[in-house]
């Protein structure tokens, strides 16, 4: 047999390291990871399935999830295979906490996302009737949890001689609220964007907080045997300290910290990695603080909400990885713990009845006292209630502590997770039917129809902005353009200028860089608040170094047609045919169609926009131009013209065009009109024309007839031989216009 190194007496080697060599962090067993992978396999698998069930009768999945967990412990598949069941999930307490750590992460998620949707002014605004609500939900199930903790039997007591530090644990369980299982509701019966949706969300959330002051307090108590003033001032200058930190200072660190993020690396992965790393430093914060690790995760999804830089890629892949994962495993875990067995006992059954009346009296009456005071009515007071009335998983962690203290005895742990489940599943059909009866006030209308205006408006979902530069009319035109657009829109402006990495010319380097980027500059005029960001890029290949940086978020590149007399073959010049046909977001390509200017130092002075013109066919590049013009004639107070234009058939066909033509031009108005509601709701006044004839000559001819001072076009690209092409009608009308004309197009194909 080998003798151990380190067990040898060599003078030199130094006792210290077998001490070290024996005290090594051992890896995961074998065995512990195969029962974490199957236990998640098989939580996922019938939380999914049974939330689909669910879903087919119009029911949250969150219900089907809670109860998977129930069917997956002792209650049923522990009771028909009770040794598969133990096997699968042993009572061991390192097998649990793997779980655990894992349910927690969906907890912290699920947070996240809920503080993506949560409505930070309109908290602000009912602030007063959600504290109330608050206030209710936990001074009268506090109480009626209090008394309750005084008139049970001593056989439901671990220790009846502690019968006042049962009584407290008691009011506290009954006290509290389980957000992720209120958010989760909320999410799928689309209900968070709603008024009462916001007010349920920051009722719970004070409510959980409030909750988790008191359970440090009473389990201090029952540690310790003694009650103290300093931990309970403690905590709520600390939950006070952390929220007024998050919403003062919070929110420039989180611009600044994706902003950083955004210019440095880019993409969607790189924002969802900085908000994850945001969240559970904030988690960890609270937690040390003695708070719910929750409310750190919380607050940072409405900060990261809130930042015009935070990717909407980023925050779709957080909600599928929640919901389709993380999500499920948090709330069938919570009902693994749920034993309905110990609770069929008459005796244990009635007092669980009784608790479970109590518990959800108590906090309905709370929820609906404080509503009714804070001005809602009572049908919005009873929605609230039901919405508060969830435990869930918070309740089963209050339980576990008592229990692991020595609070609770089992009969009572298996009461109060029991009330948790019960009390869970109740919630979505209760908040339906109340719901049903809250009718949608006309400033919420219009509040959510402006919302759902805004997730589909491309230029409502602009946030970040490129204009490379090289100077001339129409680079300057383009951004008096964006000027327009970024007082109607929130956004980041960043002017770059491309030089080559060969050129050793340094003073004429400095010299062309710092005029371009000058002439941006000058013509840029932002809201207070909000500066032009500039860059300078080196590489040999321009095109390529403006690709790649719009690589890193841009919504938007802005271009200007710098030539005025393109290459042959070419509809602009090499390096703009390449950006739009590559790029990886919209480009909007200007041409001015002003003389350039014989001075080099000369800016473009404000062009004057009055009428605006807009060819549309009612496809979806149309109404990106639709869009930008209305943004426009918005800040303007220029009038935007919507030009359908009925292509004229050869002779051969006029008898077929007089039993179409009623028709064609029925839905030519109707395609000028929906698009004219749309320009209306961006602000502009809108006017619509239906002609007849050759669409290129028809177009312009009124541009030039009714003294048009902007021509925005739609179109998509079509690959022709390496060039930009399209169509023979729009490069035409970008050959022949006398006006200026903005030419938008989606993202490339390359």
Same mark, same amino acid.
């Given at each position: 047999?080998?003798?151990?190194?380190?067990?040898?007496?060599?003078?030199?080697?130094?006792?210290?390291?077998?001490?070290?060599?024996?005290?090594?962090?051992?890896?995961?067993?074998?065995?512990?990871?195969?029962?974490?992978?199957?236990?998640?396999?098989?939580?996922?698998?019938?939380?999914?399935?049974?939330?689909?069930?669910?879903?087919?009768?119009?029911?949250?999945?969150?219900?089907?999830?809670?109860?998977?967990?129930?069917?997956?412990?002792?209650?049923?598949?522990?009771?028909?295979?009770?040794?598969?069941?133990?096997?699968?999930?042993?009572?061991?307490?390192?097998?649990?906490?793997?779980?655990?750590?894992?349910?927690?992460?969906?907890?912290?998620?699920?947070?996240?996302?809920?503080?993506?949707?949560?409505?930070?002014?309109?908290?602000?605004?009912?602030?007063?009737?959600? &504290?109330?609500?608050?206030?209710?939900?936990?001074?009268?199930?506090?109480?009626?949890?209090?008394?309750?903790?005084?008139?049970?039997?001593?056989?439901?007591?671990?220790?009846?001689?502690?019968?006042?530090?049962?009584?407290?644990?008691?009011?506290?369980?009954?006290? +509290?609220?389980?957000?992720?299982? +209120?958010?989760?509701?909320?999410?799928?019966?689309?209900?968070?964007?709603?008024?009462?949706?916001?007010?349920?969300?920051?009722?719970?959330?004070?409510?959980?907080?409030?909750?988790?002051?008191?359970?440090?307090?009473?389990?201090?108590?029952?540690?310790?045997?003694?009650?103290?003033?300093?931990?309970?001032?403690? @905590?709520?200058?600390?939950?006070?300290?952390?929220?007024?930190?998050?919403?003062?200072?919070?929110?420039?660190?989180?611009?600044?910290?994706?902003?950083?993020?955004?210019?440095?690396?880019?993409?969607?992965?790189?924002?969802?990695?900085?908000?994850?790393?945001?969240?559970?430093?904030?988690?960890?914060?609270?937690?040390?603080?003695?708070?719910?690790?929750?409310?750190?995760?919380?607050?940072?999804?409405?900060?990261?909400?809130?930042?015009?830089?935070?990717?909407?890629?980023?925050?779709?892949?957080?909600?599928?990885?929640?919901?389709?994962?993380?999500?499920?495993?948090?709330?069938?875990?919570?009902?693994?713990?749920?034993?309905?067995?110990?609770?069929?006992?008459?005796?244990?059954?009635?007092?669980?009845?009784?608790?479970?009346?109590?518990?959800?009296?108590?906090?309905?009456?709370?929820?609906?006292?404080?509503?009714?005071?804070?001005?809602?009515?009572?049908?919005?007071?009873?929605?609230?209630?039901?919405?508060?009335?969830?435990?869930?998983?918070?309740?089963?962690?209050?339980?576990?502590?008592?229990?692991?203290?020595?609070?609770?005895?089992?009969?009572?742990?298996?009461?109060?997770?029991?009330?948790?489940?019960?009390?869970?599943?109740?919630?979505?059909?209760?908040?339906?039917?109340?719901?049903?009866?809250?009718?949608?006030?006309?400033?919420? @209308?219009?509040?959510?129809? @402006?919302?759902?205006?805004?997730?589909?408006?491309?230029?409502?979902?602009?946030?970040?902005?490129?204009?490379?530069?090289?100077?001339?009319?129409?680079?300057?035109?383009?951004?008096?353009?964006?000027?327009?657009?970024?007082?109607?829109?929130?956004?980041?402006?960043?002017?770059?200028?491309?030089?080559?990495?060969?050129?050793?010319?340094?003073?004429?380097?400095?010299?062309?860089?710092?005029?371009? &980027?000058?002439?941006?500059?000058?013509?840029?005029?932002?809201?207070?608040?909000?500066?032009?960001?500039?860059?300078?890029?080196?590489?040999?290949?321009?095109?390529?170094?403006?690709?790649?940086?719009?690589?890193?978020?841009?919504?938007?590149?802005?271009?200007?047609?710098?030539?005025?007399?393109?290459?042959?073959?070419?509809?602009?010049?090499?390096?703009?045919?390449?950006?739009?046909?590559?790029?990886?977001?919209?480009?909007?390509?200007?041409?001015?169609?002003?003389?350039?200017?014989?001075?080099?130092?000369?800016?473009?002075?404000?062009?004057?926009?009055?009428?605006?013109?807009?060819?549309?066919?009612?496809?979806?590049?149309?109404?990106?131009?639709?869009?930008?013009?209305?943004?426009?004639?918005?800040?303007?107070?220029?009038?935007?013209?919507?030009?359908?234009?009925?292509?004229?058939?050869?002779?051969?066909?006029?008898?077929?065009?007089?039993?179409?033509?009623?028709?064609?031009?029925?839905? @030519?108005?109707?395609?000028?009109?929906?698009?004219?509601?749309?320009?209306?709701?961006?602000?502009?006044?809108?006017?619509?024309?239906?002609?007849?004839?050759?669409?290129?000559?028809?177009?312009?001819?009124?541009?030039?007839?009714?003294?048009?001072?902007?021509?925005?076009?739609?179109?998509?690209?079509?690959?022709?031989?390496?060039?930009?092409?399209?169509?023979?009608?729009?490069?035409?009308?970008?050959?022949?216009?006398?006006?200026?004309?903005?030419?938008?197009?989606?993202?490339?194909?390359?």
């Amino acid at each position: 047999m080998p003798i151990p190194l380190l067990s040898v007496p060599f003078p030199w080697v130094d006792p210290g390291l077998a001490v070290l060599a024996k005290s090594l962090i051992k890896p995961l067993g074998h065995h512990e990871l195969l029962l974490v992978l199957v236990q998640l396999s098989l939580l996922l698998l019938v939380a999914r399935g049974l939330g689909e069930v669910l879903r087919r009768f119009n029911q949250p999945p969150v219900i089907g999830e809670l109860l998977a967990g129930v069917l997956l412990g002792p209650s049923l598949f522990g009771w028909l295979f009770p040794q598969a069941q133990a096997y699968i999930f042993p009572p061991n307490q390192v097998q649990s906490d793997l779980l655990s750590v894992i349910s927690w992460l969906g907890v912290l998620f699920l947070l996240v996302v809920t503080g993506l949707e949560t409505d930070l002014n309109l908290i602000v605004r009912k602030g007063k009737t959600a &504290l109330l609500i608050s206030l209710g939900g936990i001074i009268v199930p506090f109480t009626t949890g209090l008394g309750l903790g005084w008139l049970l039997p001593d056989s439901f007591l671990a220790n009846p001689s502690a019968r006042l530090v049962f009584s407290l644990f008691i009011a506290t369980a009954m006290s +509290i609220s389980a957000i992720p299982v +209120i958010a989760k509701v909320l999410i799928d019966m689309n209900l968070i964007r709603r008024d009462i949706g916001q007010v349920i969300l920051a009722a719970g959330m004070t409510d959980d907080t409030i909750g988790w002051i008191l359970l440090s307090v009473v389990a201090g108590l029952a540690t310790s045997g003694s009650f103290s003033l300093i931990n309970l001032l403690g @905590a709520i200058a600390a939950a006070l300290l952390f929220l007024g930190f998050a919403l003062s200072l919070g929110r420039p660190v989180m611009d600044w910290m994706l902003r950083w993020v955004d210019d440095h690396i880019g993409g969607a992965t790189a924002s969802l990695t900085a908000v994850l790393v945001l969240a559970l430093g904030a988690a960890a914060l609270t937690h040390s603080l003695g708070l719910e690790a929750a409310l750190g995760a919380f607050v940072t999804g409405i900060l990261a909400g809130r930042s015009p830089r935070f990717n909407r890629q980023a925050g779709l892949a957080l909600e599928l990885i929640t919901a389709g994962f993380l999500a499920p495993i948090f709330f069938a875990s919570a009902g693994l713990k749920v034993n309905l067995l110990q609770v069929l006992n008459p005796t244990t059954l009635l007092t669980g009845l009784v608790v479970l009346a109590i518990a959800c009296l108590g906090k309905f009456t709370g929820a609906y006292g404080g509503a009714r005071l804070g001005g809602l009515g009572h049908w919005e007071g009873l929605a609230l209630g039901a919405g508060m009335n969830a435990r869930g998983a918070m309740e089963i962690i209050v339980a576990t502590i008592g229990l692991s203290l020595g609070v609770l005895n089992q009969q009572m742990y298996s009461i109060i997770v029991m009330v948790a489940i019960v009390t869970s599943v109740m919630s979505p059909p209760l908040l339906r039917w109340t719901l049903s009866h809250v009718a949608i006030g006309e400033e919420e @209308a219009q509040r959510l129809a @402006a919302e759902a205006f805004s997730s589909q408006s491309f230029v409502k979902r602009l946030r970040r902005i490129l204009i490379p530069t090289r100077g001339g009319t129409n680079v300057q035109l383009a951004t008096q353009l964006v000027s327009h657009l970024a007082h109607r829109v929130v956004v980041d402006v960043t002017a770059v200028f491309v030089l080559s990495e060969k050129s050793s010319a340094t003073n004429t380097k400095n010299f062309q860089t710092d005029l371009a &980027l000058n002439a941006v500059a000058q013509e840029l005029h932002l809201p207070a608040g909000r500066s032009l960001k500039t860059k300078v890029l080196w590489g040999q290949d321009t095109s390529s170094a403006i690709l790649q940086e719009a690589q890193k978020g841009y919504d938007l590149i802005v271009l200007g047609a710098t030539e005025p007399q393109p290459p042959r073959g070419m509809l602009f010049n090499w390096l703009v045919d390449r950006i739009i046909q590559e790029s990886p977001c919209a480009t909007l390509v200007v041409k001015s169609n002003l003389p350039p200017s014989e001075n080099q130092d000369e800016f473009l002075a404000m062009q004057r926009i009055s009428h605006i013109l807009v060819p549309t066919s009612g496809t979806e590049y149309s109404t990106y131009a639709v869009e930008i013009a209305s943004t426009i004639a918005a800040q303007t107070g220029a009038t935007v013209t919507l030009l359908n234009v009925i292509d004229q058939p050869p002779m051969e066909y006029t008898v077929f065009e007089e039993n179409t033509y009623d028709t064609v031009m029925e839905i @030519a108005q109707k395609i000028v009109h929906q698009q004219a509601l749309l320009g209306r709701n961006l602000g502009a006044e809108m006017k619509t024309c239906v002609l007849v004839g050759n669409p290129e000559q028809k177009i312009l001819s009124f541009a030039e007839s009714e003294a048009v001072d902007l021509l925005v076009m739609g179109s998509n690209i079509r690959q022709i031989t390496g060039r930009v092409f399209f169509g023979h009608r729009v490069d035409a009308i970008l050959s022949k216009a006398t006006c200026p004309i903005a030419l938008v197009s989606p993202a490339g194909q390359g």
